[in-house]
């Protein structure tokens, strides 16, 4: 029975390497979740009788990703990644082109600068705009903008559970407080980031 469900994780695994970029953290087989790290099979926990903790970030992050359409942030550290739902620019589509646009740029970046007391409840600074963005903007007349960040919530009002469920920000990656305070002590200034459509 174990060696079944094992196989069968590594079936799924064997897809996932097929057809996309990004292994699974966990799968689930009938009555297990198998986990599963640098393509392998490395625990089998029962489901049933289980109190699962959420994962914690626990030692200093590598690099981020951001995908704007699926309004994700995904944390490499250690041999693992951490998701986290957030929020983007009101005007999701496309790069950003000019101050203004409410747009969140794509791109490789760099984090600059680390902010405890930001408006928007901590922030890391992303280096937007790069010598691209701003010869692009320049080109056409326009101030490319900035002060690009990711950041925690605005007001009080926000729900942190729910906030993410439209793109309010002017252009800047949002998640809730508590996820912010994570992400801000684990990743130092200098660390690459890549935002995607």
Not at 52 to 70: D, E, H, M, Q, S
Not at 156 to 179: I, Y
Request: hydrophobic share 35%; aromatic share 8%; with cysteine.
């Amino acid at each position: 029975m174990k060696l079944n469900v094992i196989l069968a994780a590594i079936y799924v695994v064997s897809l996932f390497a097929c057809h996309s970029n990004e292994m699974p953290q966990s799968i689930v087989v009938k009555d297990s979740i198998i986990v599963i790290r640098d393509n392998m099979v490395v625990k089998e926990i029962p489901k049933r009788g289980r109190i699962f903790k959420p994962l914690k970030i626990n030692a200093p992050i590598k690099r981020l990703l951001v995908k704007k359409g699926a309004q994700m942030l995904i944390a490499y550290f250690g041999d693992t990644f951490k998701e986290y739902r957030v929020a983007v620019g009101a005007n999701p589509i496309g790069h950003k082109q000019q101050k203004g646009d409410n747009r969140t740029p794509e791109g490789s970046y760099t984090i600059v600068l680390k902010n405890p007391k930001s408006r928007g409840y901590k922030s890391l600074k992303i280096s937007y705009p790069n010598n691209q963005d701003r010869s692009s903007a320049w080109q056409r007349g326009c101030d490319p903008g900035g002060d690009i960040c990711i950041h925690g919530l605005w007001w009080d009002s926000q729900d942190p559970l729910t906030h993410w469920q439209s793109n309010w920000t002017q252009g800047c990656v949002a998640l809730n407080n508590q996820q912010m305070d994570e992400l801000y002590k684990y990743t130092a200034v200098s660390t690459p980031i890549t935002i995607v459509p």
